[in-house]
């Protein structure tokens, strides 16, 4: 990819450019399709039923249905809604969910964008979504909405930090915030970074879960408290645009803790390297998307101050020990 | 803080229900809310009365008793008994054992099916989703088991004035017998998947605190009751029926607060299991299942009030008679209404997440609640 943005702006690189965010886009938007279809099938099993199986053999077409009900829909906004602002805030929360995956490494061949600093650009930018979660709960003008929006603003602010910072062990241990550099790294050492950043990896997945808003965490969408949140008072293709961004970020969390703490594309031993990458890679990326949605099958919610506590009491202080002890034996070894 | 940066805040009004996931039916609560702190709640009820006991007065006794199955429509056998027990009782009627036993078993089956819904959708308003699916595909065998008995699988219509309508089919009995052991060790696996969990234990530790002087008080009955220490179980306290036959615990808890209700809740669903056990075994081989009774149901004048433990509480009925084959006057305690008294006191300075853990663990039934 990086050498084409080296040549002159000419027909065939702009059409590559178009084409390959094209592709990513069919991927993603087919992992969304799958992946919701995958949930309910895991979740049906785990609850002694059967999941969708009407449409499409073994209902694999049931998410298209569901998505085509949604694009068909009436396009309803609240009166008292505050129009522009309503418009915009699924976009707002949806565009940075995609930006995200420019810097993400599928293979030491397959990615976008090799960014020095991909590991921030993707902090930052998932940050941005939570704007658009705010204003949707806010231009609802409805009481639900607005307290799951104030909960979702909250939990997002206390666990981004913990989120970072547990990252910051794989950054001291590699010298890089390059995505590709971070696995090349765990390649020269022979181990995944999940062994000697085992607290590191343990905080960012109860982070990335908070992130998510996935159940133990779902508290922004809690259903049988706030009934569904921030976009109580959405529908149709607007809504389908917020489980749009949910979706896409489950695609992007499990791709990151792919690349950050079970090495990427790498074989687990030398030998299965005649196995391609991208293979490896799906298979990590599968096995933390199936864990989330069994978490999902298993735990009750937590409570908004519950919640709170771990983030600043027990996932902030062990992330900073976590930094300082890697710290001490990188210096010392 | 000076007064120009002081933020200003005001309290909001969020009306829950009626249609409201976790109000169990149309329950409306108008709370007020600081922030996410509840600083006053004020119940409305009222949605689901149809005036059961006007119309009761229009109704000879045995009509009575399907309108009896829709008050607390989680635990029908319950609400059927309580009902007929007070027109025997008024009548002096003599209940051939068969009957007795038959009504004992259904009543035990439906503490724990009504235990078992409570389970599950206890566990939702706590965010988990599986228990749900989990304790349904048990209550459905209990419900199947009434089905067999008597053609329905909610509102029974199973118990008459003087014993009870069917017979037990063939083989009726070994299958509830199969089902005892089978449900224990579906209950052992519950606490493994829901109690010990952290999540749960946090949630609902000392959440909705009620002491005893207040349980008293406010007229609390059942669960609400034992959970604040107090062995109170019309069951071995003012035995009705045949309950003074076998051996069973009243369990309770001294906190008061929600967790305590929960365990209680498993722990009657174990004793019942051993009450139904020990009435299989002695259930007689053969018998009447109805005592002689006139075709015509006349009650002497007079008034009689009996109250049996129902799986939410202490229910009762009251009939004043004057000779006629309809009551004069027809009075229901419901238990739930009584335990929903309580709510407003217990949500006060709690946030919205605990007030859904709460009204929860009340376990209501609106059916009940509005008459």
């Known amino acids: 990819m990086g050498a084409y943005l080296e040549q002159s702006f000419g027909l065939q690189n702009s059409l590559v450019f178009i084409l390959s965010a094209v592709v990513l886009l069919a991927i993603v938007l087919g992992f969304v399709t799958y992946s919701i279809y995958f949930q309910r099938k895991i979740l049906g099993w785990m609850q002694l039923r059967i999941g969708p199986n009407r449409v499409g053999p073994f209902g694999l077409l049931q998410t298209v249905a569901d998505v085509l009900k949604l694009l068909l829909k009436e396009d309803i906004i609240p009166k008292a809604a505050d129009k522009p602002l309503f418009i915009i805030a699924p976009v707002i929360a949806f565009v940075p969910a995609f930006g995200v995956l420019a810097v993400m490494p599928f293979t030491d061949k397959l990615h976008f964008a090799d960014v020095g600093v991909g590991l921030l650009y993707y902090i930052a930018l998932s940050g941005i979504t939570v704007l658009g979660v705010i204003t949707g709960g806010w231009a609802s003008n409805n009481k639900w909405a607005l307290i799951g929006a104030m909960r979702s603003a909250a939990q997002m602010i206390s666990y981004e930090i913990p989120l970072v910072m547990s990252v910051v062990g794989v950054i001291l241990m590699t010298g890089s915030l390059n995505l590709i550099d971070i696995v090349e790294k765990q390649k020269e050492m022979g181990m995944w970074f999940f062994i000697p950043q085992f607290l590191g990896f343990i905080i960012f997945i109860i982070a990335q879960l908070a992130e998510l808003s996935r159940t133990p965490f779902d508290l922004t969408e809690a259903e049988s408290e706030l009934i569904s949140g921030y976009h109580v008072e959405y529908s149709g293709f607007r809504w389908a645009f917020f489980m749009l961004t949910e979706y896409v970020y489950i695609f992007a969390m499990a791709s990151l803790t792919t690349v950050l703490f079970l090495g990427g594309w790498l074989p687990p031993i030398e030998y299965l390297s005649f196995i391609p990458g991208i293979i490896w890679f799906a298979l990590k990326f599968v096995a933390i998307v199936f864990f989330i949605f069994w978490l999902q099958a298993t735990f009750p919610r937590m409570r908004v101050d519950q919640l709170m506590q771990m983030g600043w009491k027990v996932l902030l202080p062990l992330s900073l020990v976590n930094i300082l002890v890697t710290a001490v034996l990188k210096t010392v070894l | ?371």
């Open chain 2, 1 to 371: 803080m000076s007064s120009s940066t002081k933020l200003r805040t005001e309290e909001m009004l969020l009306n829950v229900g009626p249609q409201h996931p976790s109000t169990h039916g149309v329950f409306r609560l108008i709370v007020k809310i600081d922030g996410e702190t509840i600083t006053e709640a004020i119940p409305v009820i009222g949605y689901l009365h149809r005036g059961t006991e006007k119309l009761a007065e229009d109704l000879n006794y045995t009509q009575i008793i399907p309108y009896t199955d829709r008050m607390d429509y989680i635990a029908a056998m319950t609400n059927n008994y309580m009902m007929v027990h007070t027109v025997e009782t008024l009548m002096g009627l003599e209940i051939p054992e068969r009957a007795e036993y038959l009504r004992v078993i259904v009543m035990e089956l439906q503490r724990v099916a009504s235990h078992l819904l409570w389970f599950g959708t206890y566990l939702l308003d706590l965010g988990a989703l599986s228990p749900l699916l989990y304790a349904f595909a048990d209550r459905e065998k209990i419900l199947a088991f009434f089905n067999e008995l008597c053609g329905a699988r909610l509102t029974y219509n199973y118990m008459r004035v003087g014993g009870v309508k069917w017979d037990a089919p063939e083989g009726w009995i070994e299958k509830v017998k199969e089902f005892v052991p089978y449900m224990r060790k579906q209950i052992n696996d519950y606490h493994k998947l829901v109690t010990g969990n952290e999540v749960v234990i946090n949630r609902l530790t000392g959440i909705g605190v009620i002491t005893q002087e207040d349980a008293i008080n406010y007229s609390l009955s059942g669960v609400q009751l034992r959970s604040t220490g107090m062995a109170w179980d019309l069951r071995k306290d003012a035995p009705y029926s045949i309950y003074d036959r076998f051996k069973f615990e009243v369990p309770t808890e001294t906190a008061g607060d929600c967790f305590a209700r929960y365990k209680i809740r498993f722990r009657e669903m174990q004793e019942s299991l051993n009450i139904v056990e020990q009435a299989l075994e002695q259930f007689p081989k053969e018998g009447e299942i109805m005592a002689k009774v006139p075709r015509v149901l006349r009650t002497p004048q007079g008034e009689a009030f009996t109250r049996i433990e129902a799986p939410r509480g202490e229910i009762g009925c009251y009939i004043s008679s004057n000779g006629k084959d309809k009551p004069y006057r027809i009075k229901f305690r419901r238990p739930s209404f009584a335990n929903l008294q309580v709510l407003p006191k217990l949500v006060k300075g709690q946030n919205i997440a605990d007030m859904v853990a709460i009204l929860g663990s009340i376990d209501i039934v609106l059916g009940e609640v509005d008459g």
